[in-house]
């Protein structure tokens, strides 16, 4: 199985800064990766899809890059509704797996 | 609207089967893939199998021959079976919508439905 190992497990910013996660994937990926956002107690969100594609009506502020095995979310201008865990999930090769998660907080 | 909700017992006995609903409104299950994700305490997700618009199905090999995803379009339903559970499979149980007719990642999601196996 692929393995991805996202970073940070956790993450304190404030209003207005920019937020990057990043996930390894242990293999080549070659952009089969999605980005998710959970709130609590909410059900996951699509985010980002192939890497660097943004789901319609997600903010521009949500951004996705990378490629091979590096890949990165970026929240530019942090906004109190971003505070959620977000997490990263390869659909490149059987079985899909996921990131271990980012929970966002506002410092 | 697309909206997904996970139904069934919350407290299962280990070595029994776990039985999962997920109702889907909005959105016929004969169009797309659907698919089970649980989530673990400590927050690791595993995807568990899928069910397509057709009816066939693929599962996680880490599974084994434990799985069963199902389903009943008469009332656009699907179902997860989960036998000889354990203790390690207290999770959280997410169903989901691919977002096309190809099984990559998920558009809409339930809201989960907690599952406790315990004695």
């Known amino acids: 199985d692929i393995q991805m190992t996202q970073s940070p497990a956790s993450l304190s910013a404030s209003l207005g800064e920019t937020v990057t996660i990043e996930c390894r994937a242990s293999e080549d990926i070659y952009n089969g990766l999605a980005w998710y956002q959970q709130k609590p107690g909410k059900s996951p969100q699509l985010l980002i899809y192939n890497a660097n594609s943004l789901h319609t009506g997600v903010p521009s502020r949500f951004s996705g890059s990378g490629s091979g095995t590096q890949y990165s979310l970026k929240i530019n201008s942090l906004q109190s509704e971003d505070v959620a865990s977000y997490f990263c999930?390869?659909?490149?090769?059987?079985?899909?797996?996921f990131g271990g998660g980012t929970k966002l907080e506002l410092k | 609207e697309v909206q997904l909700q996970e139904s069934g017992p919350g407290l299962v006995k280990p070595s029994q089967s776990l039985s999962l609903t997920c109702s889907v409104t909005?959105?016929?299950?004969?169009?797309?893939?659907w698919g089970w994700i649980r989530k673990f305490p400590g927050n690791k997700m595993e995807w568990m199998g899928y069910?397509?618009?057709?009816?066939?199905?693929s599962y996680n090999p880490s599974l084994k021959s434990r799985i069963s995803i199902t389903r009943d379009t008469s009332k656009n339903q699907f179902f997860l079976q989960l036998n000889s559970v354990t203790t390690e499979d207290t999770a959280t149980y997410y169903c989901a919508r691919y977002i096309s007719t190809v099984p990559y990642y998920f558009d809409y999601w339930g809201q989960g439905v907690m599952v406790t196996v315990s004695s």
């Open positions: 999930q390869q659909y490149y090769d059987y079985p899909w797996t």
């Open positions: 909005g959105y016929s299950i004969t169009s797309n893939y």
């Open positions: 069910i397509s618009y057709s009816g066939s199905t």
